[in-house]
């Protein structure tokens, strides 16, 4: 009900109570309640006793009635869970697996205490400046294929940025998205499965939107930026949050209907990290070499000074460009 009391006071430019009232069929005290929440949250509105109530400011925020609306999608963010503060959304979206949540639900939170980042790292973002989300999906596929889907999460966010405000990101293998060399968005993709076959698979997506260097700490300081150092001036997240679902929802379309193959196909175009000089770090030790190319599952594949072509699943590429 607050939902539709917020988008009358948005389609008009005043007011009063009772014209309110009657629109949802509801008591005075009852839309008085939904404002005084809405001005808890954060809306500005200003409210004259015999003119009514008139909607002032929109606040930044990642609400589900702001990114909703307009959303141009028919499953993913149609559930929308919202968190002031969380430890990770992803954490969150695994539990919302676990108890059977929706395909296509979202978590998002204005401050991410406990973000996990690849490789058992931490990701830090600033509140309510960047964007931390996760999406829950169920694809029909194995456990070896989860690594796609990291992939064509990486496509959707260098899309949804450049439908936002322009820039062109690149992607770095597999799914780093960097402006100019620094680093603006991870994803980190994780699963729920049986032997063979996938349970769900949450993408955590992490992008750098409106925070400043000031706000990075020195360790991240000189390999980070953000779209609106990029960009010179600040970016809506909420338009961003939607076109980045928008993405997302026709490349998993695109995928469920015609397969992995043009999937990889755009990713090849954004992707900086192909026919260049690299060196992958993994859990089993460093590897340097020539990046020949990407296989059809999207694994990397590095042919090493001894001739032999080494193939990566996962690690952290550092480009020698
Ligand atoms: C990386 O190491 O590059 C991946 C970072 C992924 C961060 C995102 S933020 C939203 C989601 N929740 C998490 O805890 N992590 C991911």
Redesign the pocket.
């Known amino acids: 009900m607050k939902e539709r009391v917020l988008h009358i006071l948005k389609s008009a430019q005043r007011i009063s109570g009772e014209e309110i009232c009657r629109q949802l069929n509801i008591s005075r005290t009852a839309v008085w309640k939904h404002i005084k929440t809405l001005k808890q949250e954060g809306y500005q509105i200003d409210t004259q006793p015999r003119l009514g109530y008139q909607l002032l400011k929109t606040p930044d925020c990642l609400y589900p009635a702001e990114v909703k609306a307009g959303l141009e999608t028919t499953f993913i963010g149609q559930k929308l869970f919202h968190f002031a503060q969380l430890s990770?959304?992803?954490?969150y979206a695994k539990e919302l697996a676990r108890d059977g949540g929706a395909e296509g639900a979202v978590v998002v939170t204005e401050a991410?205490v406990?973000?996990?980042?690849?490789?058992g790292?931490q990701?830090h973002?600033v509140a309510g400046e960047d964007v931390?989300?996760?999406v829950l999906l169920y694809p029909n596929i194995s456990p070896m294929e989860t690594p796609k889907f990291s992939m064509l999460a990486a496509v959707a966010v260098a899309k949804g940025i450049e439908q936002t405000c322009g820039i062109k990101a690149a992607i770095k293998w597999p799914n780093?998205l960097l402006i100019n060399g620094k680093?603006v968005c991870?994803?980190?993709v994780e699963m729920g499965a049986e032997m063979d076959r996938v349970k769900y698979v949450v993408l955590?997506?992490?992008i750098n939107v409106n925070s400043t260097p000031e706000m990075w700490s020195e360790d991240i300081k000189y390999k980070t930026t953000s779209v609106k150092e990029q960009n010179g001036q600040p970016i809506n997240r909420v338009k961003l949050v939607q076109n980045l679902l928008a993405q997302l929802e026709a490349l998993y379309l695109l995928c469920r209907e015609r397969g992995f193959a043009p999937i990889l196909e755009e990713w090849c175009k954004w992707c900086v990290s192909l026919n260049c000089q690299a060196k992958v770090e993994t859990i089993n030790g460093n590897f340097t070499g020539w990046v020949e190319g990407i296989d059809d599952s999207g694994s990397l594949l590095l042919r090493l000074k001894d001739g032999s072509v080494k193939t990566f699943t996962s690690g952290e590429v550092s480009l020698r460009l």
């Open positions: 990770s959304t992803n954490d991410q406990g973000g996990k980042g690849r490789l790292r990701w973002s931390a989300l996760s780093d680093k991870g994803i980190l955590g997506i992490g």
